[in-house]
């Protein structure tokens, strides 16, 4: 997507679902699907934004990783990080928003794979609707702004804001334990815009990690 910052044009590279494709499809179709070849893409499209004078932002919109094969061996691995944080912190993104999967084995495992990619390269997970304070397993990282509502980024010489969003079906459909979860998205969403504007920043984008683009697009209507 290109978009410009102050005089600055900007790349914004965007994911979501990226649901532990850790490697291609198998026999065949080795050209589908892998991260080593996703982070290739993102680093050429990197090379190619600088190139041409762009700045660049990326980020993904959550479920990050899922159950299946490849997780199960990160976590049966003898030490070490999880493979998908390692995949994660090696695609260097901007800010990472939480969606419902990233859930699905508990807060506790979560804080876990959190902690293993910001012990690699350190990147802020996002929720405006999400209160992490009343679950202890996540409570510490959002003291210390490693999950926060929003954050900032510099890019071309302006700030630009990002705020997330999750689902507010959370609770029936993972295991977020005791997360509170503010079902009003847009006005948490539209609160956390309203704090980004009041200090100076101008230019937002929203990662939303809903159900569907109907939510989306119905959600981004609400918002001023």
Do not use: W
């Amino acid at each position: 997507v290109g978009a410009n910052v102050g005089s600055t044009p900007l790349s914004i590279m965007h994911n979501n679902d990226g649901e532990s494709q850790l490697i291609n499809a198998g026999s065949g179709v080795e050209d589908f699907g892998g991260v080593a070849r996703f982070k290739t893409l993102i680093d050429n499209m990197r090379s190619s934004a600088t190139s041409n004078g762009r700045a660049h932002l990326t980020l993904s919109s959550g479920d990050n990783f899922l159950a299946g094969p490849e997780f199960s061996a990160g976590l049966n691995r003898a030490s070490g990080p999880l493979y998908d944080a390692i995949a994660l912190a090696a695609i260097d993104y901007d800010a990472i928003c939480l969606g419902n999967h990233d859930f699905d084995f508990g807060p506790g495992l979560l804080a876990d794979f959190i902690n293993d990619v910001n012990g690699i390269n350190p990147t802020p997970y996002l929720s405006a609707n999400l209160d992490m304070s009343t679950e202890p397993a996540l409570s510490g990282l959002a003291s210390n702004g490693d999950i926060a509502s929003s954050t900032i980024v510099n890019k071309g010489g302006e700030q630009i804001g990002i705020v997330g969003a999750t689902t507010s079906q959370l609770n029936n459909i993972s295991s977020p334990g005791q997360i509170t979860i503010d079902t009003d998205v847009a006005s948490a969403v539209q609160n956390e815009i309203d704090n980004l504007m009041g200090q100076g920043v101008d230019k937002i984008i929203l990662i939303s990690h809903l159900q569907g683009i109907d939510e989306d697009t119905a959600l981004i209507a609400q918002l001023t």
